[in-house]
Protein backbone atom coordinates (compact mmCIF):
# COMPACT_ATOMS: atom_id res chain seq x y z
CA UNK A 1 0.00 0.00 0.00
CA UNK A 2 1.31 3.27 -0.78
CA UNK A 3 2.93 5.28 2.28
CA UNK A 4 1.08 8.16 0.75
CA UNK A 5 -1.94 7.21 1.24
CA UNK A 6 -1.61 6.39 4.70
CA UNK A 7 -0.15 9.19 5.52
CA UNK A 8 -3.43 11.01 3.51
CA UNK A 9 -5.91 8.72 5.54
CA UNK A 10 -4.27 8.45 9.02
CA UNK A 11 -6.67 10.41 10.92
CA UNK A 12 -8.42 10.35 14.14
CA UNK A 13 -11.72 8.17 14.04
CA UNK A 14 -14.33 6.12 15.22
CA UNK A 15 -14.60 2.28 15.17
CA UNK A 16 -18.47 2.29 14.39
CA UNK A 17 -19.46 -0.09 16.97
CA UNK A 18 -22.54 1.80 16.87
CA UNK A 19 -23.81 5.09 15.15
CA UNK A 20 -24.32 7.52 16.75
CA UNK A 21 -21.27 7.08 18.06
CA UNK A 22 -20.54 7.76 21.88
CA UNK A 23 -19.30 10.85 22.03
CA UNK A 24 -22.42 12.35 19.67
CA UNK A 25 -25.25 10.60 21.84
CA UNK A 26 -27.61 13.27 22.92
CA UNK A 27 -27.72 12.66 26.44
CA UNK A 28 -29.47 15.91 27.40
CA UNK A 29 -32.52 15.29 26.40
CA UNK A 30 -32.34 11.46 26.86
CA UNK A 31 -33.77 9.39 30.07
CA UNK A 32 -34.42 5.41 31.51
CA UNK A 33 -38.06 6.55 30.63
CA UNK A 34 -37.06 7.17 26.90
CA UNK A 35 -35.06 4.71 26.90
CA UNK A 36 -37.87 1.90 28.03
CA UNK A 37 -40.14 3.16 25.60
CA UNK A 38 -37.61 2.32 22.37
CA UNK A 39 -36.92 -1.01 24.08
CA UNK A 40 -40.53 -1.60 24.18
CA UNK A 41 -41.00 -0.32 20.84
CA UNK A 42 -38.51 -3.17 19.12
CA UNK A 43 -38.78 -5.53 22.07
CA UNK A 44 -42.30 -7.44 20.83
CA UNK A 45 -40.99 -7.58 17.35
CA UNK A 46 -37.48 -8.64 17.58
CA UNK A 47 -38.43 -11.64 20.58
CA UNK A 48 -41.50 -12.92 18.38
CA UNK A 49 -39.08 -13.38 15.38
CA UNK A 50 -35.60 -13.65 16.11
CA UNK A 51 -35.25 -13.39 19.91
CA UNK A 52 -33.28 -10.89 21.48
CA UNK A 53 -28.90 -10.99 22.63
CA UNK A 54 -27.49 -10.59 25.65
CA UNK A 55 -24.46 -9.34 26.67
CA UNK A 56 -23.17 -9.85 30.13
CA UNK A 57 -19.95 -7.48 31.40
CA UNK A 58 -17.79 -9.32 33.60
CA UNK A 59 -15.74 -6.69 34.38
CA UNK A 60 -13.35 -8.18 36.82
CA UNK A 61 -9.30 -8.45 36.16
CA UNK A 62 -6.64 -10.12 38.63
CA UNK A 63 -4.12 -7.57 36.64
CA UNK A 64 -3.98 -4.73 34.83
CA UNK A 65 -3.48 -4.71 30.54
CA UNK A 66 -1.55 -1.77 29.90
CA UNK A 67 -2.80 -1.99 26.28
CA UNK A 68 -6.79 -2.83 27.09
CA UNK A 69 -9.54 0.27 26.63
CA UNK A 70 -11.90 -2.01 28.18
CA UNK A 71 -13.91 -1.15 31.52
CA UNK A 72 -12.82 -3.05 34.23
CA UNK A 73 -12.05 -3.61 38.23
CA UNK A 74 -8.55 -4.77 39.11
CA UNK A 75 -8.75 -7.15 42.26
CA UNK A 76 -7.37 -10.29 43.33
CA UNK A 77 -10.16 -10.56 45.75
CA UNK A 78 -12.58 -13.19 44.49
CA UNK A 79 -15.36 -13.01 47.16
CA UNK A 80 -16.54 -10.47 45.18
CA UNK A 81 -17.99 -12.76 42.40
CA UNK A 82 -20.81 -13.56 44.10
CA UNK A 83 -22.45 -10.22 45.24
CA UNK A 84 -21.58 -8.77 41.35
CA UNK A 85 -23.44 -12.47 40.13
CA UNK A 86 -26.42 -11.16 42.20
CA UNK A 87 -26.39 -7.61 41.27
CA UNK A 88 -26.67 -8.80 37.37
CA UNK A 89 -29.45 -11.17 37.84
CA UNK A 90 -31.70 -8.50 40.05
CA UNK A 91 -30.84 -6.16 36.74
CA UNK A 92 -32.05 -9.22 34.83
CA UNK A 93 -35.28 -9.64 36.61
CA UNK A 94 -35.93 -6.03 36.28
CA UNK A 95 -35.49 -6.06 32.86
CA UNK A 96 -37.92 -8.65 32.70
CA UNK A 97 -40.65 -7.59 34.84
CA UNK A 98 -40.68 -4.59 32.57
CA UNK A 99 -40.92 -6.67 29.53
CA UNK A 100 -43.43 -9.05 30.90
CA UNK A 101 -43.59 -11.15 27.92
CA UNK A 102 -40.98 -13.93 28.39
CA UNK A 103 -37.80 -13.34 26.30
CA UNK A 104 -36.28 -15.66 23.75
CA UNK A 105 -32.87 -15.60 23.55
CA UNK A 106 -31.20 -16.08 20.86
CA UNK A 107 -27.41 -14.94 21.82
CA UNK A 108 -25.45 -14.72 24.89
CA UNK A 109 -22.01 -13.45 25.21
CA UNK A 110 -19.80 -12.95 28.50
CA UNK A 111 -17.12 -10.28 27.83
CA UNK A 112 -14.89 -8.24 30.00
CA UNK A 113 -12.80 -7.53 32.13
CA UNK A 114 -12.07 -11.43 32.41
CA UNK A 115 -15.17 -13.79 32.46
CA UNK A 116 -13.28 -17.14 33.30
CA UNK A 117 -12.17 -14.42 36.46
CA UNK A 118 -15.58 -16.04 37.78
CA UNK A 119 -15.31 -19.84 38.74
CA UNK A 120 -17.39 -22.52 37.11
CA UNK A 121 -20.04 -22.37 39.66
CA UNK A 122 -20.71 -18.57 40.07
CA UNK A 123 -20.64 -18.67 35.92
CA UNK A 124 -23.10 -21.72 36.09
CA UNK A 125 -25.51 -19.62 38.40
CA UNK A 126 -25.19 -16.54 36.09
CA UNK A 127 -26.42 -18.60 33.25
CA UNK A 128 -29.07 -20.86 35.03
CA UNK A 129 -30.28 -17.31 36.54
CA UNK A 130 -30.72 -16.21 33.38
CA UNK A 131 -32.67 -18.77 31.81
CA UNK A 132 -34.70 -19.25 34.66
CA UNK A 133 -36.52 -16.42 33.23
CA UNK A 134 -35.82 -16.83 29.22
CA UNK A 135 -35.94 -19.31 26.72
CA UNK A 136 -33.83 -20.39 24.25
CA UNK A 137 -34.43 -19.82 20.29
CA UNK A 138 -34.28 -22.80 18.48
CA UNK A 139 -31.10 -21.65 16.91
CA UNK A 140 -29.12 -20.12 19.24
CA UNK A 141 -25.57 -19.28 20.45
CA UNK A 142 -23.85 -18.64 23.54
CA UNK A 143 -19.98 -17.57 23.55
CA UNK A 144 -17.39 -15.88 26.27
CA UNK A 145 -14.08 -14.54 26.37
CA UNK A 146 -11.44 -16.74 27.88
CA UNK A 147 -7.57 -15.60 28.92
CA UNK A 148 -4.99 -18.43 28.41
CA UNK A 149 -3.41 -18.29 31.87
CA UNK A 150 -7.14 -19.13 33.89
CA UNK A 151 -9.31 -20.73 31.46
CA UNK A 152 -9.67 -23.90 32.97
CA UNK A 153 -11.14 -27.44 31.70
CA UNK A 154 -13.57 -26.89 34.05
CA UNK A 155 -14.73 -23.48 33.05
CA UNK A 156 -14.95 -25.05 29.56
CA UNK A 157 -17.00 -28.27 30.42
CA UNK A 158 -19.18 -26.23 32.86
CA UNK A 159 -19.86 -23.69 30.06
CA UNK A 160 -20.40 -26.38 26.95
CA UNK A 161 -22.76 -27.36 29.37
CA UNK A 162 -24.78 -24.68 29.66
CA UNK A 163 -25.26 -24.50 25.64
CA UNK A 164 -21.80 -22.34 24.34
CA UNK A 165 -20.26 -23.51 21.95
CA UNK A 166 -18.47 -20.68 21.12
CA UNK A 167 -14.98 -19.27 22.75
CA UNK A 168 -12.32 -16.28 21.99
CA UNK A 169 -8.70 -16.14 23.59
CA UNK A 170 -7.24 -12.83 23.87
CA UNK A 171 -3.94 -13.63 22.27
CA UNK A 172 -2.64 -10.14 21.58
CA UNK A 173 1.39 -11.36 20.79
CA UNK A 174 3.60 -14.01 21.49
CA UNK A 175 7.09 -11.93 21.82
CA UNK A 176 7.98 -12.01 25.38
CA UNK A 177 9.17 -7.93 25.16
CA UNK A 178 5.60 -6.68 23.61
CA UNK A 179 4.06 -9.17 26.42
CA UNK A 180 6.07 -7.40 29.20
CA UNK A 181 5.05 -4.32 27.94
CA UNK A 182 1.66 -5.03 28.20
CA UNK A 183 1.91 -6.33 31.41
CA UNK A 184 0.02 -9.64 29.79
CA UNK A 185 2.90 -12.46 30.09
CA UNK A 186 1.16 -15.40 28.38
CA UNK A 187 2.90 -18.42 26.87
CA UNK A 188 2.05 -20.05 23.86
CA UNK A 189 1.68 -23.32 25.86
CA UNK A 190 -0.96 -22.12 27.72
CA UNK A 191 -2.97 -21.17 24.60
CA UNK A 192 -2.16 -24.30 22.42
CA UNK A 193 -3.90 -26.05 26.05
CA UNK A 194 -7.10 -24.17 26.18
CA UNK A 195 -7.92 -24.34 22.16
CA UNK A 196 -7.28 -27.78 22.47
CA UNK A 197 -8.90 -28.90 25.62
CA UNK A 198 -12.05 -26.57 23.80
CA UNK A 199 -11.96 -28.24 20.94
CA UNK A 200 -11.37 -32.25 22.69
CA UNK A 201 -14.90 -30.82 24.52
CA UNK A 202 -16.81 -30.19 21.78
CA UNK A 203 -16.78 -26.46 20.85
CA UNK A 204 -17.75 -25.59 17.43
CA UNK A 205 -15.78 -22.10 16.90
CA UNK A 206 -12.73 -21.19 18.68
CA UNK A 207 -11.48 -17.79 17.83
CA UNK A 208 -8.03 -16.31 18.63
CA UNK A 209 -7.62 -12.37 19.27
CA UNK A 210 -4.16 -11.08 17.77
CA UNK A 211 -3.31 -7.02 17.89
CA UNK A 212 -1.24 -5.29 15.73
CA UNK A 213 0.31 -1.85 17.33
CA UNK A 214 1.28 -2.76 19.99
CA UNK A 215 4.59 -1.40 21.79
CA UNK A 216 8.04 -2.46 20.99
CA UNK A 217 6.04 -4.93 18.13
CA UNK A 218 8.05 -5.49 14.91
CA UNK A 219 6.93 -7.28 11.61
CA UNK A 220 8.83 -10.33 12.83
CA UNK A 221 6.96 -10.57 16.01
CA UNK A 222 3.43 -10.14 13.80
CA UNK A 223 4.41 -12.93 11.46
CA UNK A 224 5.61 -14.98 14.29
CA UNK A 225 2.18 -14.55 16.12
CA UNK A 226 0.22 -15.21 13.18
CA UNK A 227 1.91 -18.58 12.54
CA UNK A 228 2.04 -20.08 16.46
CA UNK A 229 -1.67 -19.31 16.35
CA UNK A 230 -2.00 -20.59 12.65
CA UNK A 231 -0.60 -23.82 14.20
CA UNK A 232 -3.84 -24.30 15.92
CA UNK A 233 -5.94 -23.82 13.00
CA UNK A 234 -8.82 -21.57 14.91
CA UNK A 235 -11.49 -21.12 13.13
CA UNK A 236 -11.62 -17.03 13.33
CA UNK A 237 -8.90 -14.91 13.92
CA UNK A 238 -9.41 -10.93 15.41
CA UNK A 239 -6.43 -8.70 13.96
CA UNK A 240 -7.38 -6.01 15.77
CA UNK A 241 -5.22 -2.74 15.55
CA UNK A 242 -4.17 -1.25 19.32
CA UNK A 243 -6.02 1.98 20.41
CA UNK A 244 -3.48 3.90 21.60
CA UNK A 245 -5.34 6.65 23.65
CA UNK A 246 -3.57 7.48 27.01
CA UNK A 247 -5.28 10.67 27.32
CA UNK A 248 -8.97 8.64 27.65
CA UNK A 249 -7.47 5.53 29.11
CA UNK A 250 -5.06 7.48 31.86
CA UNK A 251 -2.39 5.55 33.74
CA UNK A 252 -3.20 2.33 31.98
CA UNK A 253 -1.92 3.04 28.65
CA UNK A 254 1.45 4.71 30.22
CA UNK A 255 3.65 1.50 31.04
CA UNK A 256 5.59 2.52 28.02
CA UNK A 257 6.27 5.61 25.86
CA UNK A 258 4.25 7.37 23.17
CA UNK A 259 7.50 6.62 20.78
CA UNK A 260 7.66 2.80 21.73
CA UNK A 261 4.17 2.79 19.68
CA UNK A 262 4.16 1.77 15.95
CA UNK A 263 2.45 4.31 13.99
CA UNK A 264 1.36 5.66 10.72
CA UNK A 265 3.18 3.62 7.99
CA UNK A 266 4.98 1.09 10.21
CA UNK A 267 1.63 0.35 11.48
CA UNK A 268 0.23 0.01 8.44
CA UNK A 269 2.52 -2.47 7.32
CA UNK A 270 2.32 -4.46 10.44
CA UNK A 271 -0.98 -4.85 9.45
CA UNK A 272 -0.61 -5.02 5.71
CA UNK A 273 1.69 -8.45 5.56
CA UNK A 274 0.28 -9.45 8.06
CA UNK A 275 -3.35 -9.61 6.51
CA UNK A 276 -1.72 -11.00 3.33
CA UNK A 277 0.04 -13.60 5.60
CA UNK A 278 -3.43 -14.65 7.36
CA UNK A 279 -4.74 -14.71 3.60
CA UNK A 280 -1.96 -17.15 2.31
CA UNK A 281 -2.73 -19.47 5.03
CA UNK A 282 -6.01 -19.96 4.08
CA UNK A 283 -8.28 -17.51 5.91
CA UNK A 284 -11.17 -15.01 4.64
CA UNK A 285 -10.90 -11.37 5.31
CA UNK A 286 -14.95 -10.48 6.44
CA UNK A 287 -15.61 -7.12 8.09
CA UNK A 288 -13.08 -4.97 9.27
CA UNK A 289 -10.12 -7.04 11.33
CA UNK A 290 -11.64 -10.14 11.23
CA UNK A 291 -10.66 -13.53 9.43
CA UNK A 292 -12.24 -17.04 9.24
CA UNK A 293 -11.91 -20.15 7.87
CA UNK A 294 -14.21 -20.89 5.05
CA UNK A 295 -16.05 -23.48 6.87
CA UNK A 296 -16.77 -21.05 9.89
CA UNK A 297 -20.30 -19.62 10.72
CA UNK A 298 -18.78 -16.09 10.60
CA UNK A 299 -17.64 -16.22 6.75
CA UNK A 300 -20.89 -18.04 6.00
CA UNK A 301 -22.59 -15.25 7.01
CA UNK A 302 -20.77 -12.71 5.59
CA UNK A 303 -20.96 -14.25 2.25
CA UNK A 304 -25.07 -14.45 2.50
CA UNK A 305 -24.79 -10.90 3.48
CA UNK A 306 -26.21 -11.93 6.83
CA UNK A 307 -23.43 -10.31 9.29
CA UNK A 308 -23.98 -8.11 11.90
CA UNK A 309 -22.20 -5.20 13.82
CA UNK A 310 -23.06 -4.15 17.24
CA UNK A 311 -21.70 -3.20 20.78
CA UNK A 312 -20.65 -6.89 21.12
CA UNK A 313 -18.55 -6.68 17.62
CA UNK A 314 -19.17 -8.87 14.43
CA UNK A 315 -21.89 -11.46 14.94
CA UNK A 316 -22.81 -14.37 12.48
CA UNK A 317 -26.76 -13.55 13.28
CA UNK A 318 -28.85 -10.44 14.39
CA UNK A 319 -31.11 -9.55 16.70
CA UNK A 320 -32.94 -6.26 17.05
CA UNK A 321 -32.69 -6.07 20.46
CA UNK A 322 -29.76 -6.41 22.55
CA UNK A 323 -29.75 -5.79 26.27
CA UNK A 324 -26.72 -5.51 28.03
CA UNK A 325 -25.83 -6.30 31.90
CA UNK A 326 -23.45 -5.60 34.34
CA UNK A 327 -21.22 -2.45 35.12
CA UNK A 328 -20.69 -0.16 31.86
CA UNK A 329 -22.56 -2.69 29.41
CA UNK A 330 -24.62 -1.08 26.71
CA UNK A 331 -27.57 -1.87 25.39
CA UNK A 332 -29.27 -1.93 21.91
CA UNK A 333 -33.19 -1.71 21.26
CA UNK A 334 -32.03 -0.76 17.39
CA UNK A 335 -34.06 2.97 17.98
CA UNK A 336 -31.85 3.78 21.39
CA UNK A 337 -28.42 3.15 23.31
CA UNK A 338 -28.10 2.88 26.68
CA UNK A 339 -24.88 2.18 28.99
CA UNK A 340 -25.07 1.32 32.95
CA UNK A 341 -22.94 3.17 34.89
CA UNK A 342 -19.35 2.57 34.42
CA UNK A 343 -18.40 2.55 38.36
CA UNK A 344 -18.50 -0.70 40.48
CA UNK A 345 -20.48 1.48 43.14
CA UNK A 346 -22.42 3.33 41.27
CA UNK A 347 -23.83 0.30 39.58
CA UNK A 348 -24.44 -1.96 42.82
CA UNK A 349 -26.15 0.94 44.32
CA UNK A 350 -28.95 1.48 41.23
CA UNK A 351 -29.47 -2.26 41.72
CA UNK A 352 -30.40 -1.96 45.06
CA UNK A 353 -32.64 0.72 44.53
CA UNK A 354 -34.01 -1.47 41.81
CA UNK A 355 -33.38 0.53 39.40
CA UNK A 356 -32.68 -0.04 35.90
CA UNK A 357 -28.58 1.25 35.88
CA UNK A 358 -28.65 3.21 33.06
CA UNK A 359 -26.54 5.98 33.22
CA UNK A 360 -26.34 8.02 29.59
CA UNK A 361 -27.72 6.77 26.17
CA UNK A 362 -29.24 7.77 22.85
CA UNK A 363 -32.56 8.11 20.96
CA UNK A 364 -32.32 7.97 17.21
CA UNK A 365 -33.91 9.85 14.99
CA UNK A 366 -35.19 9.39 11.68
CA UNK A 367 -31.36 10.30 10.20
CA UNK A 368 -29.78 8.55 12.71
CA UNK A 369 -31.52 5.16 11.43
CA UNK A 370 -30.86 5.87 8.14
CA UNK A 371 -27.08 6.65 8.40
CA UNK A 372 -27.05 3.97 10.91
CA UNK A 373 -28.06 1.27 8.49
CA UNK A 374 -25.44 2.35 5.50
CA UNK A 375 -22.78 2.32 8.18
CA UNK A 376 -23.49 -0.47 9.55
CA UNK A 377 -23.68 -1.94 5.52
CA UNK A 378 -20.22 -0.74 4.75
CA UNK A 379 -18.76 -2.60 7.90
CA UNK A 380 -20.54 -5.86 7.33
CA UNK A 381 -20.53 -5.87 3.17
CA UNK A 382 -18.15 -3.12 1.93
CA UNK A 383 -20.65 -1.34 -0.06
CA UNK A 384 -24.28 0.22 0.50
CA UNK A 385 -27.07 1.90 -1.33
CA UNK A 386 -29.74 4.37 -1.56
CA UNK A 387 -31.52 2.77 -4.12
CA UNK A 388 -34.57 2.08 -1.99
CA UNK A 389 -36.20 5.32 -1.51
CA UNK A 390 -36.14 4.07 2.59
CA UNK A 391 -32.02 4.60 2.77
CA UNK A 392 -32.02 8.26 1.15
CA UNK A 393 -31.65 10.76 3.04
CA UNK A 394 -30.89 14.82 2.34
CA UNK A 395 -27.10 15.42 2.30
CA UNK A 396 -26.49 11.64 0.18
CA UNK A 397 -24.97 14.24 -2.60
CA UNK A 398 -22.39 16.12 -0.43
CA UNK A 399 -21.51 12.23 1.02
CA UNK A 400 -20.78 11.41 -2.81
CA UNK A 401 -18.98 14.54 -3.40
CA UNK A 402 -17.32 13.93 -0.14
CA UNK A 403 -16.03 10.19 -1.37
CA UNK A 404 -14.79 11.17 -4.89
CA UNK A 405 -11.25 11.56 -3.74
CA UNK A 406 -11.28 8.17 -2.49
CA UNK A 407 -12.64 7.27 -5.92
CA UNK A 408 -9.84 9.03 -7.66
CA UNK A 409 -7.23 7.08 -4.62
CA UNK A 410 -8.70 3.72 -6.22
CA UNK A 411 -10.46 2.95 -2.87
CA UNK A 412 -14.22 2.80 -3.72
CA UNK A 413 -16.51 2.74 -6.81
CA UNK A 414 -18.93 4.80 -7.11
CA UNK A 415 -22.16 3.74 -9.33
CA UNK A 416 -25.81 5.76 -9.52
CA UNK A 417 -27.46 5.48 -5.82
CA UNK A 418 -24.61 3.04 -4.76
CA UNK A 419 -20.79 2.54 -3.37
CA UNK A 420 -18.92 -0.46 -3.76
CA UNK A 421 -15.28 -0.56 -1.45
CA UNK A 422 -12.64 -2.36 -3.25
CA UNK A 423 -9.73 -4.33 -1.78
CA UNK A 424 -7.07 -0.93 -1.72
CA UNK A 425 -10.22 0.46 0.57
CA UNK A 426 -11.05 -2.06 2.98
CA UNK A 427 -8.64 -0.71 5.51
CA UNK A 428 -9.62 2.49 5.07
CA UNK A 429 -12.86 1.36 5.80
CA UNK A 430 -13.26 3.82 8.95
CA UNK A 431 -12.42 6.97 6.70
CA UNK A 432 -15.18 5.82 4.47
CA UNK A 433 -17.82 5.63 6.93
CA UNK A 434 -16.99 9.22 8.16
CA UNK A 435 -17.99 10.45 5.06
CA UNK A 436 -21.69 9.37 5.76
CA UNK A 437 -21.27 10.22 9.58
CA UNK A 438 -23.52 13.33 9.53
CA UNK A 439 -23.35 14.46 13.46
CA UNK A 440 -19.54 14.30 12.93
CA UNK A 441 -19.22 16.11 9.32
CA UNK A 442 -21.54 18.40 10.84
CA UNK A 443 -19.04 19.22 14.32
CA UNK A 444 -15.58 17.93 14.57
CA UNK A 445 -14.67 17.19 18.18
CA UNK A 446 -12.06 19.58 19.46
CA UNK A 447 -9.86 17.93 20.97
CA UNK A 448 -8.76 14.05 20.61
CA UNK A 449 -11.40 11.48 21.47
CA UNK A 450 -11.14 8.81 18.94
CA UNK A 451 -7.99 6.25 17.78
CA UNK A 452 -6.25 6.95 14.44
CA UNK A 453 -7.86 4.83 11.90
CA UNK A 454 -4.54 3.51 10.35
Known amino acids: MAISLIQKYNVAGPRYTSYPTVPYWDNETFSVAKWLDSLAK ?6 ENEGISLYIHLPFCESLCTFCGCHKRITKRHEMEAPYIDAVLKEWQLYTDFLAIRPIIKEIHLGGGTPTFFKPSELKRLIEGILERADRATHYEFSFEGHPNNTSEAHLQQLYDLGFRRVSYGVQDYSEKVQKAIHRLQPFENVKRVTEQ ?4 GYESVSHDLVFGLPFQTLEDVLFTIDKSNSLR ?11 VPWIKGNGQRGFKDEDVPTGDVKRQLYEVGKQHLLKVGYEEIGMDHFALPT ?8 QHLLHRNFMGYTASKTQVMIGLGMSAISDSWYGFAQNEKELDDYYARIAANEIPVCKGHILNEEDLIIRRHILN ?10 DSKLAFEGVDEVV ?3 KEMENDGLLHITPQQINVTDAGKPFIRNICMAFDMRLQRKMPDTKIFSMTV
Do not use: Q, V
Open 198 to 201: ARAI
Open 401 to 403: ANL
Open 296 to 303: DSMYKAFE
Open 234 to 244: PDRIAFYSYAH
Open 378 to 387: LMCNFSTSWK
Open 42 to 47: SYGESN
